[in-house]
């Protein structure tokens, strides 16, 4: 049988500083900025007794109770690529399924084997990650070190997010993993811009497939290529929805990826853009992230902010026109700072206080609580802290996180953290009961994307 090497691969996680929701549409940009909270996959060789070749790929997230998930695979006809099927340890049980693993190992190998048919030999998958995706991440005794990779104990469903995007660090660090464990290197290698051109590719349809929708992608984009300007791909690209296994499947697959032309002579070329020298950090600046851990959450918020502006497309098109400038001043006046070496922070803060009057505008408009009170007060207060330039509520917004870019000085932190500490947040209703905390998470940019990692430096952390 085939013998090959372990493999690791790690992918960072992203915050959407500005574009939240512009993003959705091709004519504007997002500014988004790849987190050092990283997402770490490591692939090793089943080693099976003489003789017994189990086609099974085993999947375990150890930090995590009940995350084990165990496939067997095998090849179907008519170009329908690997059909996987999950194992169950005892048929009364019922099936504990990770949708984002189950449909990134359909994708992953049925790629694998539509471009080289390799044996898909057994292989064991290790999955890591950062302590900061999850709240409550660190042990409750602060002089209690901190595990690189904390236990948490619990079931993956029972620890709180903070919203670094899990997944898609996740979907990118595993597709990457299985392609460079199974490819051979002239086929794929991660360090080279067509690979990851690939990657990207492949994993967009296999998260977009796994989460049942087509979003921007930026999450996604910045694991792979790590802070970047995106522009999202038409999301025509991926409107047909076939599964693993069914006919077709991995040649349809096979030329999305590689951007061949179709059976029906139409050739699927991706429109994403990624600028990644229009991001830049201005040297002795860095950005902080704050997790409000507040438990309400306004479902739906996408999808009403994209209905109110359907139904008022003038007063719309005036907010979206003026955010899109906003957001691309604050990342040129970064860019520009950056290269100059040059401080004049009062134009930075221009383009945050900018930013925040337009989002709030959008919230007031649509109804929507982007940048909710509550948010305003802690955002203002944060602003308020000396060496604190400018903060906003990244991504879609809400009580969720606020990102801030702060001088990076130790005393900087160490003021924010006496601010927070007494912070209540006020939750949906307006009340601190139902509001909670504010964390500071240890998490900064972060410019590089996905990255092979050298196995011997998980092999002591994974248990054989
Ligand atoms: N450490 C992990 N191990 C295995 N699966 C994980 C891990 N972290 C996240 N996931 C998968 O990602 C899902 C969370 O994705 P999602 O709800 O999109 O959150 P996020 O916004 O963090 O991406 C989990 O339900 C699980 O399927
Ligand atoms: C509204 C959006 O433009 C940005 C949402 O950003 P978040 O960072 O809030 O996203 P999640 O991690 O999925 O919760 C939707 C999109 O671009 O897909």
Redesign the pocket.
Known sequence: MVTRDAVAVSAPGKVLLAGGYLVLDRAYTGLVFGLDAR?HVVVEPISTTNGVVLNEIVVN?P??AD?VWEYGYRLVGRGGGMSITQLRVDADLSLNR????ETALGYAISYIAAVSSPQITPASVT?L?DND?YSASQPNDKNAPKARFHNFGVP??KAP?T??????A?VTAFTAAMLSYYLPKDLFDLSTEPSKRRLHNLTQAAHCAA?GKVGSGF?VASAVYGSCLYRRFSPNILASSADPGSADFATALKDLVDETSNADGSASTWNTEIHRDAVKVPKGLRLVMCDVSCGSQTPGMVKKVLAWRKQNPEEADAIWADLHTANESLAKEMKAMAEAQNFGLERLRACFTRIREVIRLMSEKSGVPIEPLAQTELLDACEKVDGVIGGVVPGAGGYDAISLLIEDKVEVIAELGKLLAGWRFRGEDGKSESGGRVTILGVREEMEGVRAERWADYKSLIAT
């Open positions: 997402m997230s930090q995590f995350a990770n949708i984002f693993i999955i990650a995706y993956i469903s997010k919203g670094l995007g899990s997944s898609a996740l989460q999450d």
